[in-house]
């Protein structure tokens, strides 16, 4: 090859170089200089860019966001579940909302209905806010409605909001252990499954054959070790296949994991034999003989306790009746309650009366006259209902103020008030009649 026209020699190859320096250069490296040269190995979470601090699920994220995500999640539903327990409270305790309960059962299905559908709309909706909120809240108040109309029904109510209350704690241990947990929960998936078919299909069951005292308290053991797993298992899942943005659906799936734990703590309240039953469950059994009528029919009757009678099988219950606590009907003559009738606390019906004769009373005679209240009328409360000669009859869709003291014959559909009793207005019938 001829190197004629290069103007420049080529370069000279040197022996190759040794890729490790001699000691006395390698040492002459200051520490400082070779940290720096480095660089950082981690920087502090607070100096990171905020696009990095975020993970695809909570877990992934830093600690400060994981930390927010959490405070959020929990400050929601907090405020459902005070929200619930103030509702229910409310409904529950309210004479008027159960008086209301009480006269139209079916409303109890608005409420229900409501809370599938703002469930739907809230997941479709969760993140765009301020409707996210909007029908997160529309459907805490329906659930709340609902359940405080379901205790309403319960006699012992404080055994009921006890049950919540150790609801609540349980519930937050478990939260709190499976938060600080390190272990993996994602294979209860196939257990929990199977145990909700199984609590179903042995629920049914329990509809046509009743069961015992031991077996339901077994059911409602099993209820709660279920739902405590899927405390769990829901908590575990939120924090390791959740991203923060979906705090809504983080707050609803432990608010209604939440709901499913006080009917399993609270066992013995749910079979049908123990709604308004009492302490021993057995209330419509005792009305029942108390009026001589069919157990069915006794199921249609809530009577609040303390209640007082004479006889009790010369009172006669056309249908649906409510009464408050310390209601008194002295029925030595027969006494006709119409149906879908409600008195107010302190109510007194006497069908009993003696004599102006001071001799007869010393022979004990007493008199007694009918009373009949119509269909849909209201008594209020401290109503006194006293017989006369000719009986006293009142007519139905009456309202009758409370404080009122009445006797004689009263048409349909009239308020009446005072003492001496006055018809003070007149009213349009109802759709019923």
């Not at 309403?152 to 937050?172: D, G, H, P, R, W």
């Not at 009746?321 to 006494?335: R, S």
């Amino acid at each position: 090859m001829s190197t004629e026209g290069y103007t420049q020699p080529p370069p000279g190859y040197a022996p190759p170089k040794d890729s490790k320096p001699d000691n006395k250069n390698y040492n002459s490296i200051s520490q400082n200089e070779e940290i720096q040269s480095a660089g950082p190995s981690q920087m502090p979470d607070g100096d990171l860019p905020d696009d990095f601090k975020y993970g695809a699920t909570i877990s992934e994220c830093v600690r400060e966001v994981r930390m927010a995500s959490v405070r959020k999640i929990y400050t929601i539903l907090t405020l459902q579940l005070l929200a619930t327990f103030a509702t229910g409270f409310w409904v529950s305790y309210s004479q008027s909302m159960q008086t209301f309960i009480l006269k139209h059962p079916n409303t109890l299905f608005v409420p229900i209905i409501g809370s599938f559908v703002t469930l739907g709309l809230t997941y479709w909706q969760r993140h765009k806010v301020p409707a996210n909120f909007a029908l997160l809240s529309s459907f805490t108040a329906c659930e709340a409605l609902a359940i405080g109309a379901v205790i309403s029904t319960f006699e012992n109510k404080t055994i009921v909001l006890q049950a919540l209350l150790c609801t609540a704690i349980v519930f937050i241990g478990l939260t709190a252990f499976t938060f600080q947990s390190k272990y993996d929960f994602s294979g209860l998936a196939p257990i929990l499954s199977v145990g909700i078919f199984g609590m179903i299909g042995f629920g049914l069951v329990g509809l046509f054959v009743p069961f015992s005292s031991t077996v339901s308290l077994v059911y409602g053991i099993i209820g709660v070790a279920l739902f405590s797993l899927y405390v769990v298992y829901d908590t575990h899942q939120i924090f390791n296949r959740l991203s923060p943005d979906e705090y809504i659906l983080a707050s609803i799936s432990l608010y209604l994991d939440f709901l499913n734990y006080p009917p399993f703590v609270y066992r013995e309240g749910i079979t049908p034999e123990k709604v308004f039953g009492g302490v021993d469950g057995k209330k419509y059994e005792v009305i029942a003989d108390l009026f001589d009528i069919p157990l069915e029919k006794a199921k249609q009757l809530a009577i609040e306790p303390p209640f007082y009678c004479d006889h009790g099988v010369f009172i006669e219950f056309k249908g649906s009746f409510y009464c408050n606590y310390n209601t008194t009907i002295l029925d030595c003559a027969k006494v006709s309650i119409g149906n879908r009738v409600s008195f107010g606390p302190n109510v007194s019906i006497y069908a009993a009366t003696h004599s102006v004769d001071v001799g007869e009373r010393l022979e004990d005679l007493e008199r007694a006259y009918p009373v009949e209240i119509g269909d849909d009328t209201w008594v209020g409360g401290s109503v006194n209902i006293i017989c006369s000669a000719k009986g006293t009859k009142i007519g139905r869709g009456c309202t009758i103020a409370a404080g009122t003291t009445l006797w004689g014959t009263f048409p349909d559909n009239v308020v009446i008030a005072g003492n001496p009793p006055k018809i003070i207005k007149h009213l349009e019938p109802s759709a019923n009649e």
